[in-house]
C-alpha cells in the first residue's frame, strides 16, 4: 500500500523559510495572526525542564516493553502529560487498540480492497477540504499531503462498522489520530477504540449516546455550577446548543492543540469521564462570565469565549484544574446518571 508519511519535519523542514518556520506549530497548525510569540517563548522555557524531565521518566518505565500498567504511578504519569515521542505507543497500549492490531493483521488493507458504499464514500470525500484547513499537512500541494490518509481510514472505519458509518467530526478525530500516530493502521485501531469502546453510540445514527452525555453534563453542572444551571434554565438554552461540538469532536478545534493532546493522553488512559472534567473545569472558571447573559445568543458567545485565552493554553496549569476544580466525580455517579438521562431521552 502507498505510504503516505516520510520522515520530514513538520515545523521546519531543510531550507523551509524561517518565516515559514514560525508561523506554523510543530503539528503544522498556522499560527493566528496575533501570536504572541514573545509570550510563547517564555511559556516554553518555564517549562522545558519540566517537560525535559517527564521524558527521561517515561522513556524509563517504557525501556523494553510495549505494555502499558494500568496502576496508580502511569496514571499520575498519563496525567501530567505523555511525551509527543512516546504518545503513539501510549495510546495505542492503554486503550486496547494494539491488542485488537496485533490480533488482526491485514484487516485494515482488507478494508480498503473491499467494495464501499458509494453514498458513505460521497459524504466523506465532501468533508475532506473541511478538515483542517489550516494545517499545511492537510494541503493538496503537501508532500506528503494527508488527505489521502484521512479518506482511508474514515473509508475504512466506515465498512468496519456499518451501524455508524460516517458522521461529521469523525473526521477531525482521525485526522488528529494521523498527525500523531503517523501511520494508517494505527489511526484507524485508535479510532475504533475511541468509537467503539470509549464512547458508544457517540456516532450512530441516533447519537444516542452523545444527546445523553450532553444531558448528563447538565445534571453535574446543576449540582456543581447551580448558578450556571440557573442561567440555562432561565432562558430555556438546551446544553446540545452550547457543548455539541466539545463532546463529538473530543475538543479537536475547540480548545488548543497541545491542550487537547493532554486531554486525549487521559481520554485513552482513563476514559469518557475526563471530557465532564474538562466541561465542568472550563465551566465553573467562567460562571461569573456565563452568568451575567442576558439572552440566548449572549450565552452561546460566553461559551465561545471561555475556550480561548491564557487559561486554556497554559496546558500544565489547566491539566491540574480539570482534576480539582470539579471536585470528586466517581464513575458510580457518571453510571446513574447516563442511565437516568438515557431513559429521559428514551421517554421523550
Excluded at 491540574?320 to 438515557?342: D, H, N, V, Y
Aim: net charge neutral; hydrophobic share 40%; with cysteine.
Amino acid at each position: 500500500m502507498e505510504n503516505h508519511f516520510n520522515d520530514q519535519r513538520t515545523e521546519c523542514s531543510a531550507g523551509s523559510d524561517s518565516n515559514d518556520c514560525q508561523r506554523v506549530d510543530q503539528y503544522g497548525f498556522e499560527r493566528a495572526e496575533d501570536f504572541n510569540y514573545e509570550s510563547y517563548e517564555e511559556f516554553m522555557s518555564r517549562h522545558l525542564a519540566v517537560v525535559t524531565r517527564r521524558s527521561n521518566k517515561w522513556s524509563k518505565l517504557l525501556q523494553g516493553t510495549v505494555k502499558v500498567e494500568k496502576n496508580v504511578k502511569v496514571k499520575r504519569y498519563v496525567r501530567k502529560g505523555v511525551p509527543c515521542e512516546h504518545r503513539t505507543q501510549i495510546w495505542m497500549a492503554a486503550s486496547g487498540a494494539q491488542d485488537q492490531l496485533d490480533r488482526n493483521p491485514g484487516y485494515y488493507h482488507s478494508l480498503l480492497k473491499a467494495e464501499h458504499d458509494p453514498k458513505t464514500e460521497e459524504v466523506i470525500r465532501a468533508d475532506m477540504h473541511r478538515t483542517f484547513p489550516d494545517n499545511i499537512q492537510f494541503r493538496a500541494s503537501s508532500q506528503p499531503c494527508l488527505q489521502k490518509a484521512l479518506f482511508n481510514v474514515l473509508l475504512a472505519y466506515g465498512h468496519h462498522n456499518k451501524d455508524v458509518g460516517y458522521c461529521q467530526g469523525m473526521n477531525f478525530i482521525a485526522g488528529y489520530l494521523l498527525i500523531i500516530a503517523k501511520d494508517e493502521e494505527k489511526s484507524f485501531w485508535l479510532m475504533d477504540a475511541l468509537i467503539g469502546k470509549i464512547l458508544p453510540d457517540y456516532y450512530t445514527p441516533t447519537m444516542l449516546g452523545l444527546k445523553m452525555d450532553q444531558e448528563v453534563l447538565g445534571e453535574l453542572v446543576r449540582m456543581k455550577v447551580p448558578a450556571v444551571w440557573q442561567v440555562m434554565n432561565r432562558h430555556d438554552v438546551m446544553w446540545t446548543l452550547v457543548v455539541s461540538r466539545w463532546f463529538i469532536c473530543l475538543y479537536v478545534d475547540i480548545l488548543p492543540v497541545e491542550t487537547v493532546l493532554r486531554i486525549w493522553d487521559c481520554l485513552f488512559y482513563e476514559g469518557s469521564k475526563i471530557l465532564f472534567r474538562v466541561a465542568l473545569t472550563l465551566i465553573r472558571h467562567h460562571q461569573n462570565l456565563i452568568s451575567q447573559a442576558q439572552s440566548l445568543p449572549e450565552i452561546c458567545e460566553r461559551f465561545k469565549q471561555i475556550t480561548h485565552g491564557e487559561y486554556v493554553e497554559d496546558y500544565h496549569t489547566f491539566m491540574q484544574k480539570i482534576f480539582m476544580e470539579p471536585g470528586g466525580l466517581s464513575t458510580a455517579t457518571i453510571a446513574k446518571l447516563r442511565k437516568m438521562c438515557r431513559n429521559r431521552i428514551a421517554s421523550v
